[in-house]
């Protein structure tokens, strides 16, 4: 298997524009992370989907940021408008199953430069 | 979120082992214990997880204190390329099996 695929991987963009991070999880997981990673505040995570479904979305952090997983093999976080602020790296991660001993996945990320 | 506590940073010597202390003095019966390491310019990857008893496999080992609020990640003989931040996590059933990293410690390798 490929692992989790992210694209793109390095994305600049100007305050204001919108970003749209794209993911393909691991052929037969059933759950997709999404999560942001800066110096500041670490690693966070933003939302996660069981089944394609949105389980927990508390940590998005305001209006701006949606994500959406059409189907099991791909979902997007969208930024709009993006915020310098903003600039993180961002990772998608994945998993089989639902149980406490399941691992992640993750993919190798995407870095989001916002001027 | 049940917390972790981890030093910032270790140093080792390569060939030599290194032991990542955790103490997580608030879990609860049904938290398992993960630990997960960042590679520089790479995602989190998996390293190993435990309950109560003590774990190994090919990456580690993980030793769990028997009052569970601590624990003790060993990498028997540390390579140049186990340098990366590892990180210490509760995967809380209660919390829907989410995993809230805290700041990991960095561990450097000395040649």
């Known amino acids: 298997d490929a692992g989790v695929i992210q694209s793109p991987r390095h994305e600049v963009t100007e305050m204001g524009q919108e970003v749209t991070l794209r993911c393909k999880p691991i052929s037969g997981h059933n759950s997709l992370f999404w999560y942001r990673q800066t110096m500041m505040r670490g690693l966070e995570l933003l939302i996660y989907?069981?089944?394609?479904?949105?389980?927990?979305d508390s940590g998005m952090p305001e209006d701006r940021f949606s994500a959406k997983m059409p189907n099991a093999s791909f979902s997007t976080l969208k930024i709009q408008p993006s915020e310098p602020r903003d600039s993180a790296v961002y990772f998608c991660a994945s998993r089989s199953r639902t149980g406490a001993t399941d691992t992640q996945y993750f993919g190798p990320g995407t870095r989001l430069t916002v001027l | 979120d049940a917390k972790t506590t981890q030093p910032n940073s270790m140093e080792s010597n390569e060939e030599e082992p290194v032991h990542l202390p955790c103490n997580h003095s608030?879990?609860?019966?049904?938290?398992?214990i993960h630990w997960y390491r960042q590679l520089p310019s790479q995602g989190p990857e998996y390293v190993i997880h435990?309950?109560?008893s003590n774990v190994n496999n090919r990456m580690a080992s993980l030793a769990i204190a028997e009052d569970r609020k601590s624990s003790t990640l060993i990498l028997h003989r540390a390579t140049l390329r186990d340098a990366a931040v590892y990180y210490c996590?509760?995967?809380?059933?209660?919390?829907?099996?989410?995993?809230?990293f805290g700041g990991g410690t960095r561990v450097l390798v000395k040649p």
């Open positions: 608030t879990i609860s019966g049904t938290d398992y």
């Open positions: 435990g309950l109560t």
């Open positions: 996590i509760l995967n809380r059933v209660a919390a829907g099996n989410k995993l809230t």
């Open positions: 989907f069981n089944n394609n479904v949105p389980i927990d």
